[in-house]
């Protein structure tokens, strides 16, 4: 029989529980408690930090049992088996996620291969990554592999602002950068579906919506965060990247990403882009998409100050990585090949993403 496809056999829609409240990790343990008895935390040592006292001193008080993996690396095929492992060895009913993307992406991966509950503890806001139904899969060695779409969005995501706003800017930023691109990509990609369902319909706008909230609030909450600050910008600006982005993702299946997206796959062929966070390589993709988009050089030149303010100078000088002949092919060439890619409302050639970047090599300084 043929495996259920979440891509086509229904809709996915958002994580089953979203509760975002400073301190809200006191007394957690009755909302995970829902989910299992047993729970394998898994999660980087930084993240843990951020999280152990009251999060243990919760589980404990509901009595749930737990143990800790602790994951470093990719979310990559060996990091999944090593949780996976565990929790069938161990026989833990819930794994519960704590960290970014990667830890979460892994944890989620786990979970669903295991067939058990996953609580997601996002300590950035860098990505959606604690809400979507989506585990990005790399190689060890943190080259891009595929986008994995999961069952299911997590059952449950704990979101503390005091906990985003202690982590450093760069993750923030990254996350609006990231969370924007659902208004540019599913815009563009919006464009070329000729009958939209209400799904794609409502993704579009619900990304409108996310962009406009997110050119209100985005400088002040980067701002609050410099001081570590759980300001109400901060609170919006974490929901935005978390949950909203999310679900945009959950239902716009159609709408899922173009060029912004299809460009960062191809730019994990370069060793450097590595150390760079997503956001900012996204940050740079809007830039390419929408001079391939021919976007007025006014339009472009706004969102680019935008960008400064978040501290990102998107072009290859910008993100220290290097620009050559040789290089810019082979990047283009990886990401005309991605998914998000075929989103685009007319067809991209790697020539076409060549010319784009060279563009914009050439234009961001002058703006
Ligand atoms: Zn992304």
Redesign the pocket.
Known sequence: MKNIDPNVDYLLTAPTQYISRNNVLDGCGRFILKWGKRVLVSSGARALKAVENKLFAALDEAGIKWEINHFSGECCDENISIVTEKVQKMNFDAIIGVGGGKSLDTAKRAAEICGVPIVCIPTIAA?CAAASVLSVIYTQEGVHKKDHYLERNPNLVLVDPQIIANAPVEYLESGIL?SI?KWYEGNAAFGGIRNPDIFASSAVRLALLLNELMEKHAIDAVQAVKNNQAADSVVIVADLNIYLAAVIQSIGKKTRGAVA?GL?AGLSIIPESHDVL??FK?GYGIIVQLIMEKTPIEEIKRIVNFFRQLDLEPSFKGLKLPFAPRVIQEVAEKSILSDPMQNMPFKVTAEDVVLAMEKAEAMIEKL
């Open positions: 990505t990231d691109s997206h960062h997503h956001g996204i």
